[in-house]
């Protein structure tokens, strides 16, 4: 059985939340166990997790780390030094615990994630680089946090992006799957949240083309997206999650300042000039109302 | 395409070019243009097929020419107001050493949008001097010179003036040479578009 330490930094649970939503949570339950997780029931207190060593195998860190930031009165930083060299594997749980997050805009010093200070390396648990997994989200999905764990206790090495996230889930981006893909490539934009029709990178926000994720690939509650259901893709699995005006589409006369992956902006213009010069009847009209 | 079919497209071009903007888009024909050549009406058509066709491709001709020049002075790493005096220059140099270009945008593009209805919709056959413009207007937000507004306003202000400079110059109203304007017109350009 892999042994797993869920430890919280400064978090709002939203982790553990969503972790909570996996469909199959009972079979999960059955092939991992918890040495301590905060809201399932586990084999020791947190008092015990910091004032003994317990064996464990996967390290599960949530939410923001900073050396201020005590748990049972140890510091976090000592929590995860003392259990990072015992266990084979470390996963960051969520944004925060990957990049800092929402909290590094705390009142707490020097807050960031485990490794990154956004996109910048952190030098002070640099000796962990090579077992960590960083799973990004805000929250995580997760389906892919289940299927990382599955992995380790497999031994299947997961090849991993520049920020530690597994390539399987985060190679993709979160426009790749969307089902308003045909109103962005003829630049539709939708005129209302919600609504079935059009797309929302124009102006109402929407960073899927250019954020790493699965969420169109895998669902959310294997129902749903947030861009399938009318609402912007806020780039929350990237470093630089949060930004401000989360619904509206920032642009320089006209231009959308982040255009998708990998596309020059003369790339881009050049496409936009010529799907603009044309209307699409069908892409105008509501999809299920005549 | 041969590139001696390909030079000899190009010279088609550009001498329907300088007979549309001299005479105009209706008072020439295909002969005028293949004699103008020295080649057959007959082989003219292989060329294109009509005079339609060979409309759209000069504009498009006219475009990827200024495109290019405006590329260069994006790609270069000079501040906001230089890239706008550039423009401005090029612009003028162009109307000067190749009036026709420009009386073709004017005179023809601009004022016989039924011939170009069909294949030129929106702005697809000056995309490539758009982008430009578009990307210098980006640019220029983006690093702080210029005021973010929308699209055409800007767009309005900045070829409508080079535009009507032009169009005075042609109809010989304009009393100095078109480049002793440079300075003010670059000048008040950046001055208007400028935060």
Not at chain 2, 19 to 44: E, H, Q, R
Not at chain 2, 114 to 141: A, D
Not at chain 2, 177 to 193: E, G, M, Q, R, V
Request: net charge negative; aromatic share 12%.
């Amino acid at each position: 059985m892999i042994k797993l330490l869920w430890l919280s930094g400064i978090t709002c649970n939203a982790n553990t939340h969503s972790f909570l939503n996996y469909p199959f949570i009972e079979q999960f339950l059955n092939d991992f166990e918890f040495i301590y997780h905060p809201v399932l029931d586990s084999s020791y207190t947190l008092q015990e997790i910091v004032s003994n060593e317990i064996e464990c195998d996967v390290l599960l860190i949530e939410g923001s780390i900073s050396p201020e930031f005590q748990r049972a009165d140890v510091s976090i930083e000592d929590i995860i030094r003392k259990y990072a060299p015992k266990v084979q594997k470390i996963v960051t749980v969520g944004t925060c615990a990957t990049f800092g997050g929402i909290f590094s805009q705390s009142d707490y010093k020097d807050v960031t994630g485990l490794h990154f200070d956004k996109e910048q390396k952190n030098q002070k648990f640099e000796n962990l680089f090579d077992k960590t997994i960083s799973i990004s989200g805000c929250p995580i999905h997760p389906e892919i946090l289940v299927n990382t764990l599955y992995a380790i206790k497999g031994d299947i090495a997961l090849r991993l992006d520049n920020f530690l996230r597994p390539k399987e889930f985060y190679a993709y981006t979160v426009h790749n799957g969307c089902v308003r893909n045909e109103y962005f490539e003829y630049k539709v934009d939708a005129h209302q949240f919600g609504e079935l029709e059009g797309c929302m990178f124009y102006d109402h926000g929407c960073q899927a083309p250019f954020t790493h994720a699965s969420c169109n690939k895998i669902l959310w509650n294997e129902v749903n997206s947030k861009t399938r259901v009318g609402l912007p893709c806020f780039g929350c699995t990237e470093p630089t999650f949060p930004k401000a005006n989360l619904f509206t589409t920032k642009k320089n006369m006209g231009v959308p300042e982040n255009l998708p992956l990998g596309v020059g902006k003369r790339v881009y213009l050049t496409l936009a000039g010529i799907t603009k010069a044309f209307k699409i009847p069908r892409l105008e009209k509501k999809l299920l109302d005549d | 395409m041969t590139s001696k079919k390909q030079l000899k497209k190009e010279l088609i071009i550009q001498s329907a070019l300088e007979l549309f903007a001299s005479k105009g888009f209706y008072s020439t024909t295909i002969p005028d243009i293949a004699s103008s050549v020295k080649i057959s009406v007959g082989s003219m058509y292989n060329y294109f097929t009509s005079k339609d066709v060979l409309a759209k491709e000069i504009i498009k001709y006219i475009s990827l020419y200024l495109g290019n020049k405006l590329q260069n002075i994006n790609e270069e790493k000079i501040s906001t107001e230089e890239k706008t005096k550039k423009i401005v220059e090029v612009y003028f140099k162009t109307a000067s050493l190749k009036p026709e270009m420009i009386d073709y945008f004017l005179r023809i593009y601009l004022s016989n949008r039924e011939v170009f209805k069909n294949g030129c919709e929106g702005m697809i056959c000056v995309n490539e001097f758009v982008t430009e413009i578009m990307i210098y207007f980006e640019e220029g937000v983006r690093c702080g010179d210029l005021r973010d507004q929308d699209f055409f306003s800007a767009f309005g202000l900045f070829m409508g003036y080079l535009g009507g400079m032009v169009f005075l110059k042609g109809e010989e109203i304009l009393p100095k040479a078109l480049d002793t304007y440079i300075d003010d017109i670059s000048y008040n350009i950046y001055k208007a578009l400028s935060k």
